[in-house]
Structure formats: structure tokens, C-alpha cells
């Protein structure tokens, strides 16, 4: 039942980003740098010798930063508490070695992307 559970947890947040990207063609430079740095590591992840609960915690963080970019977009606060904490633990994640040298890089790349969109 767990092997179907992370199964099904996996197709999810592999389909995740598809309508996002389909729905939303006007996306903010934030949003679309979002968006991109969580279909990244959600591929990243699967080459990843992180466990389940590991990879589900860096799907969530990087849907904060998702979540942060959308609510920036509508003209709402975002929490910079939860997003600077999710931000360290995505950093600190692609710092630990269990990513594969060329999506460490992608990785990297990705998050400068999304620093630079939020200014």
C-alpha cells in the first residue's frame, strides 16, 4: 500500500505543473521562474537518494515558493517568513549531495532565476 501511496504522490506532482502552465500563459517573470524551478526539481527528485518523506518535504518547499510568487501576482502579501525558511531548506537540499552534479547545476541555476525575478 506505501509503494502505491508514493506512487500516486509522485504522478500527482508530476501532473501539477502542466495545467498551471496551460491556464496561466501571462505569468509574472516570479511565477514563471516558480513554476519552472518546481517542474526542475520534481524531475531532479526522481534521481534524487533522497527518501519519500525528504522529497515530499522539498516538493512542499518548493510549492511555498509556487504559492509566494501567485499571491505576489494577485497584489497579496506573501509570507517572507515561510518563504525564506523554504528557500534554506531548498538551498541546503541541493548543497547535500543526493542530486546528480548536472541537476545540482540545473537547480542552481533555477533558484538564481527565481531571486532575481523577485526584485
Avoid: C, W
Amino acid at each position: 500500500m506505501k509503494k502505491y501511496f508514493l506512487s500516486a504522490l509522485f504522478a500527482t506532482l508530476l501532473a501539477a505543473p502542466l495545467p498551471i502552465f496551460a491556464a496561466n500563459a501571462n505569468m509574472t517573470p516570479m511565477q514563471a521562474a516558480a513554476h519552472h524551478l518546481q517542474s526542475d526539481l520534481t524531475q531532479a527528485l526522481e534521481q534524487s537518494s533522497f527518501n519519500a518523506r525528504q522529497r515530499y518535504n522539498l516538493s512542499q518547499d518548493a510549492a511555498v515558493l509556487v504559492q509566494a510568487a501567485d499571491r505576489r501576482a494577485q497584489g497579496r502579501r506573501m509570507d517572507r517568513r515561510e518563504l525564506r525558511n523554504s528557500a534554506k531548506a531548498l538551498i541546503k537540499a541541493f548543497d547535500s549531495g543526493s542530486f546528480q552534479v548536472g541537476d545540482v547545476s540545473m537547480l542552481n541555476s533555477d533558484f538564481n532565476q527565481f531571486k532575481h525575478s523577485i526584485r
